[in-house]
């Protein structure tokens, strides 16, 4: 059976995304909420995760509906660190728990997160993974 989203489309891939700095998950989500090119194939959720900090943001999560739209979130993704002055480690969690952490933005360019996305949605992914 098809995974499907909660407006009916088929499920390409999901994301989590975390950010280490509490304050920058938020203007993340932001940032990924207003991106036109990725609200054409995808569906952005803020999650929290502790029960015990009502309405604080820990984790964003990204339901990819379309697989052009892989390319939207990396770029979306390496823009937003490239536009901090000083960006908090993230990391990207695939379904299959395979994780890319991004440390250093000159380091990571939208291809690469495109690529760690892309594992997933073509079969079994690798384990951790750290760059920059």
Same mark, same amino acid.
């Given at each position: 059976m098809t995974e499907r989203s909660p #407006? /009916?489309?088929?499920?390409?891939?999901?994301?989590?995304?975390?950010?280490? /700095? /509490? +304050? =920058?998950i938020h203007t993340l989500y932001v940032w990924l909420r207003?991106? $036109? +090119? $990725?609200?054409?194939?995808?569906?952005v959720c803020a999650v929290a995760t502790d029960p015990t900090r009502m309405g604080? *943001? =820990?984790?964003? #999560?990204?339901? $990819? %509906?379309?697989? %052009?739209? *892989?390319s939207a979130l990396a770029l979306a993704v390496a823009s937003w660190r490239q536009s901090r002055s000083r960006p908090e480690p993230v990391t990207i969690t695939r379904p #299959? !728990? !395979? %994780?890319?952490t991004i440390g250093d933005p000159r380091q990571v360019d939208a291809e690469v997160i495109r690529a760690f996305l892309a594992d997933d949605a073509t079969g079994p992914g690798e384990g951790p993974r750290q760059v920059g």
């Open positions: #407006d /009916g489309r088929e499920v390409v891939v999901r994301v989590r995304i975390a950010v280490d /700095g /509490g +304050e =920058e207003s991106d $036109l +090119e $990725l609200a054409r194939g995808a569906e604080a *943001l =820990e984790v964003i #999560d990204i339901v $990819l %509906t379309q697989a %052009t739209s *892989l #299959d !728990g !395979g %994780t890319l």
